[in-house]
């Protein structure tokens, strides 16, 4: 079955850097990109943008193009989300998620299938 | 940018049919997607594309999409299904996805 498994728990202090990791299993990678979302405390999901898993491209949503890099080694089947600078506002749960669509999307197609367990990255 | 307005909450009792909109502007042009999530878990993709379900999500979920409003209707709602509510569409114009503010599902 599809399974997407993050890394644990992060306690960072302000302006110091992480590293989530998301490890796919159950499913070709390459055909299905993945996307990047965090949910900060009693709030909805916020979308961080994504990667292409075929091409290695990476979009970033308009807030969040900078301090977050996208990265990936399909070798082991795993994707990375780098954030840099933290600032205590960063404290959120970070999801990464299938893109629902397949290896890439128009608009409407955005949509996330299946989703990690989730990270907390705590900044303070 | 886009705004998704979602109630804070809704309460149904077990059995009856709970029905959770989300409005915005013309939101019929839209496609909207929904999400389910439980407490301490992470979001499930409950509905996709307006009104298709994705496999292993139970019939008696369904969505709708006309005018300004957006609904996910619950039929036959158990205490499972005590959870939050997020919509999702894609907003062209600043080139991002947006949520609704989520509703939660109580079950009396």
């Known amino acids: 079955q599809v399974q997407l498994v993050q890394s644990g728990p992060e306690l960072k202090k302000p302006g110091a850097s992480v590293k989530v990791s998301c490890k796919a299993s159950?499913?070709?990678?390459?055909?299905?990109?993945v996307n990047w979302l965090r949910q900060a405390p009693g709030q909805g999901p916020e979308w961080l943008g994504w990667?292409?898993?075929?091409?290695?491209?990476?979009t970033y949503a308009r807030d969040f193009a900078g301090r977050f890099v996208f990265s990936l080694d399909i070798s082991v089947t795993t994707a990375y989300l780098l954030i840099n600078s933290l600032k205590a506002e960063d404290t959120a749960i970070y999801y990464c998620?299938?893109?629902?669509?397949?290896?890439?999307?128009?608009?409407?197609?955005?949509?996330?299938?299946?989703w990690g367990q989730g990270t907390l990255v705590t900044v303070s | 940018s886009y705004v998704l307005t979602q109630p804070p909450s809704v309460s149904v009792a077990p059995g009856e049919t709970a029905r959770i909109p989300c409005g915005a502007d013309?939101?019929?042009?839209?496609?909207v997607h929904w999400y389910q999530q439980r407490p301490g878990q992470a979001p499930i993709l409950v509905i996709q594309y307006d009104t298709d379900r994705p496999s292993g999500i139970p019939e008696r979920f369904s969505g709708s999409n006309a005018g300004n409003m957006a609904t996910l209707s619950i039929s036959g709602v158990e205490a499972g299904d005590e959870a939050d509510y997020y919509c999702q569409v894609w907003d062209s114009s600043s080139h991002t996805t947006v949520f609704g503010g989520g509703t939660t599902l109580t079950v009396l």
């Open positions: 159950g499913y070709y990678m390459k055909s299905y990109g």
């Open positions: 998620a299938r893109l629902g669509s397949g290896a890439d999307f128009a608009g409407d197609d955005l949509y996330f299938d299946h």
């Open positions: 013309n939101i019929v042009t839209k496609v």
């Open positions: 990667i292409n898993t075929g091409s290695g491209d990476a």
